[in-house]
């Protein structure tokens, strides 16, 4: 397993990064100011994920996605804890997500936290409903988790 960064041409994973955020105009709004992960395991991409500076010591997760191949291997917890390493600085870690159970349940095992919610922000921002888990999607669910220099 490797973890590299993506520096041109990060459309070449679209097909990834569709898996994390399904509508490719709101990929587009953070894909070319974000920091693109790519985790590889035998010569192919198995997982992704997009990171933003909010400021502050303070980054955002906008795109985390595993190909349904790799899944339940490990490879999403392999990609925060590398992005926690990865930014010394950090003095949390931001996701904001939808109130799927199993993505939420992803997140708190991870040690993230529920800290804010925006209200209908999937009915507003996509142009067909969100369903994931058999669950539509509504509301944005915003999650922290502290970093190494919030100390």
């Known amino acids: 397993m490797v973890i590299r960064q993506i520096y041109s041409h990060k459309k070449a994973y679209l097909d990834l990064l569709l898996l994390g955020d399904e509508q490719e105009d709101m990929i587009d709004r953070y894909l070319d ?59 949390a870690l931001w996701v904001g997500t939808g109130e799927s159970p199993a993505t939420l349940d992803f997140y708190h095992a991870l040690g993230f936290r529920e800290f804010r919610r925006v209200k209908d922000f999937f009915l507003q921002n996509y142009d067909h409903p969100i369903l994931e888990g058999g669950v539509q999607l509504k509301d944005m669910v915003y999650l922290k988790r502290e970093g190494p220099a919030s100390s």
């Open 33 to 91: 100011q974000g920091e693109l992960f790519v985790l590889e395991t035998n010569g192919t991409a198995a997982a992704e994920c997009v990171v933003t500076q909010v400021g502050g010591g303070i980054y955002e997760i906008k795109n985390i996605a595993v190909s349904p191949p790799y899944q339940r291997r490990g490879f999403g917890r392999a990609l925060v804890d590398f992005l926690i390493r990865h930014y010394p600085d950090c003095t």
